[in-house]
């Protein structure tokens, strides 16, 4: 069975703190994809990035960073000097096997709040 | 940019009332995907559809049914609404290609309250 586990609810940071939201993930396939996604207060999510399971580089994009670890089965996320327009909540979700269009698994999400 | 489209963003209907939401997006994706979002519960899949007048059901279909009649177009239907159906709603879509790695996109969600 497939599962993603956001084990933090809610975070809470003040500007320009950095913040580390944290995703394990559980799966038997060997091939798969990992994502995250944002959703602001307007509702839509948003794409942010995926990662394939044979792609083991970390990677960064601006202000944001992730750290996958096929060791501890993490994908991690890392916002650098947060920002008021950060404030959202963050899915991770784990999509896999790749013939099956169907199983795309979420997390429970974290809900980031960055206070001025 | 893709574009996904979804009839209400706020509904309020009564208990027993047979409640529709319409999905529309432009990007001649194939896949088309209704969730539900509750606290704490993530995205949970209720239908999935790969093509025109193809439905698949995912983790909670129980209570719902879905229409797609044409490929750009997917409705979520709600026979006989009850208060455990208050919840957002999410539609999306994604292309079916290998390249595409199913990404998929989202629309800007529905929240039903159901009284």
């Known amino acids: 069975a497939q599962k993603v586990t956001q084990a933090q609810t809610e975070i809470s940071v003040v500007e320009k703190e950095d913040v580390t939201l944290d995703c394990v993930y559980e799966?038997?396939?060997?091939?798969?994809?990992l994502f995250w996604y944002k959703q602001p207060p307007s509702g839509e999510l948003v794409f942010l990035i995926r990662?394939?399971?044979?792609?083991?580089q970390n990677e960064i994009s601006g202000r944001y960073s992730w750290n996958f670890q096929k060791s501890t089965s993490s994908f991690n996320f890392t916002i650098t000097a947060s920002q008021v327009v950060d404030s959202a909540v963050y899915f991770c979700?784990?999509?896999?096997?790749?013939?099956?269009?169907?199983?795309?698994?979420f997390g429970a999400g974290t809900r980031l709040t960055v206070k001025p | 940019d893709v574009k996904v489209t979804q009839s209400s963003r706020y509904l309020v209907k009564r208990t027993g009332e047979k409640v529709f939401l319409e999905c529309v997006q432009d990007?001649?994706?194939?896949?088309m995907f209704w969730y539900r979002q509750d606290p704490g519960l993530g995205l949970r899949l209720i239908y999935f559809?790969?093509?025109?007048?193809?439905?698949e059901k995912g983790d909670i279909p129980e209570g719902y049914s879905v229409s797609r009649e044409k490929k750009e177009r997917f409705s979520l239907i709600l026979e006989s609404a009850s208060t455990n159906q208050t919840s957002m709603y999410l539609c999306?879509?994604?292309?079916?290609?290998?390249?595409?790695?199913?990404?998929?996109?989202f629309g800007p969600g529905t929240r039903l309250t159901v009284l």
């Open positions: 799966t038997r396939d060997t091939t798969y994809y």
């Open positions: 990662r394939n399971s044979f792609d083991e």
């Open positions: 990007m001649d994706h194939e896949n």
């Open positions: 559809s790969y093509d025109v007048k193809m439905k």
């Open positions: 979700a784990l999509f896999g096997p790749v013939y099956n269009n169907n199983d795309m698994r």
């Open positions: 999306a879509s994604s292309d079916s290609s290998a390249s595409s790695y199913n990404e998929q996109f």
